[in-house]
């Protein structure tokens, strides 16, 4: 392919929304959907834990990931709804739930008896208040959401191209004319799209702009208890780790500590016994049990700017737009990310849902978007 109307480097969830939207807003436009690893072996829409939540403390990202709600359902992806257990103390989840509720959360604030008189397995010391979501909260099959949406945009006519984006060739204003591969070729287009997940700073780099987003490896442990707990959910834990049921087994996973840059997609199997066990199983009595059964680790694409996706075109380069820095809630907000990059593009401006907030501006001005629910 020489030549695209809109040309989306890397084919992960993002990209494949993006290109999904686009050529369902406009039939006429014409997708390339550039990819170096077909296998998507290293990518993080292979290796998410794939759930979704309204249990964020912004506005936006809670209409981000209802949108996202609304579309799994389209696609007729199942959604384990048994929501997400925030723990932690009364003011700041009373704060939030309001703002939830607001934005048409479905959200239970439960207090530490009511908690045990629903969760008879969990262990409140030191617990104030639980948020529960009560609907539209769960988890679904990440990897078949991003065959879906591959296939669905291949069918509304999106080309797949196989290749590694090496830089783009521009003209004096900045504008992208055309994007540059390793084998040598070029793809002109009018615009491009950077959707290369964990790797998007590089991308950026060759067009000069500094995108504050870092691979940071995070390793999630397969687990297998004797006991079942009913009716688990997904719990959020104020010491800063994550639990949830998967089949017969539970995952689970912490923000690692020191958090570096790039480090090789090996699990880390210490970090169970350093970081997890002990606090698993103070939560859980029933977690004293547990066997790892194993591990995997992917990338999360951190945002160290305010672990806020960053969604639209620097100033620097007008018809090179970003999806990137989605730092942990990137499967659930790849329907509004790509629905809005598309209307960018199409329209040159938001129609449906404003995601202007979460543009280059609050980089550029230092303004960061508080999001109290980042989960490490
Ligand atoms: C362990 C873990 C748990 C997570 N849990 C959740 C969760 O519960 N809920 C949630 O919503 N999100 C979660 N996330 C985050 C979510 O998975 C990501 O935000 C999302 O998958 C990012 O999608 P992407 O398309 O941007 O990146 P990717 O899926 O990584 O896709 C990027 C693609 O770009 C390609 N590429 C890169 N550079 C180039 C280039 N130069 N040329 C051509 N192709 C290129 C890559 O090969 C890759 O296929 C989790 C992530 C991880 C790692």
């Known amino acids: ?74 696609m007729g992806i199942a959604v384990e709804e048994k929501g997400y257990l925030y723990l932690g103390a009364a003011a700041p989840l009373r704060a939030q739930n309001a703002v939830q509720r607001d934005n048409g959360a479905d959200v239970a604030l439960l207090s530490p008896v009511e908690m045990v008189a629903r969760f008879p397995w969990l262990n409140v010391d030191g617990v104030e208040l639980g948020a529960l979501g009560l609907s539209g909260e769960g988890w679904f099959d990440g990897p078949a959401l991003h065959a879906e949406v591959l296939q669905r945009a291949r069918q509304l006519g999106a080309r797949f191209v196989d290749g590694d984006v090496t830089g783009f060739e521009r003209d004096a204003g900045g504008r992208v004319r055309a994007v540059l591969l390793a084998d040598g070729s070029r793809i002109a287009c009018g615009h491009a799209v950077n959707a290369a997940g964990p790797w998007a700073r590089s991308v950026a780099a060759t067009a000069g702009i500094a995108l504050p987003v870092h691979a940071r490896r995070r ?63 103070h939560r859980v009595p029933a977690f004293a049990a547990l066997r790892v059964e194993r591990a995997w680790a992917g990338y999360y694409e951190m945002n160290l700017f305010d672990a806020n996706a960053i969604i639209g075109a620097h100033p620097s380069a007008p018809n090179l737009w970003f999806a990137n820095g989605f730092s942990g809630h990137g499967m659930q907000q790849a329907p509004a990310a790509g629905r809005g990059v ?22 550029i001005e230092g303004r960061p978007l508080e999001e109290a629910n980042v989960i490490g």
Not at 28 to 54: G, H, T, Y
Not at 256 to 274: Q, W
């Open 342 to 363: 598309a209307e960018l593009i199409l329209k040159g401006r938001f129609e449906s849902l404003d995601l202007s907030p979460l543009g280059f501006r609050r980089l």
């Open 1 to 74: 392919m020489s030549k695209a109307d809109a040309v989306i480097i890397g084919a992960g969830i993002i990209g494949a929304s993006v290109a999904y939207w686009l050529r369902r807003l406009d039939p006429a436009m014409s997708v390339a959907l550039v990819e170096r690893d077909r296998s998507f072996a290293r990518a993080s829409s292979s290796l998410s834990a794939s759930s979704i939540r309204q249990q964020f403390s912004h506005p936006l990202n809670i209409r981000m990931s209802r949108f996202g709600l609304g579309f799994l359902r389209e």
């Open 219 to 281: 390793t999630v442990f397969v687990l297998s208890c004797p006991e079942k707990l009913a009716d688990c959910p997904l719990v959020i834990d104020p010491s800063g780790f994550w639990f949830r049921p998967e089949g017969n087994f539970f995952i689970a996973g912490t923000a690692p500590s020191p958090d570096e840059d790039d480090l090789p997609l090996e699990p880390n199997h210490a970090e169970f016994d350093e970081a997890l066990w002990t606090r698993m199983a």
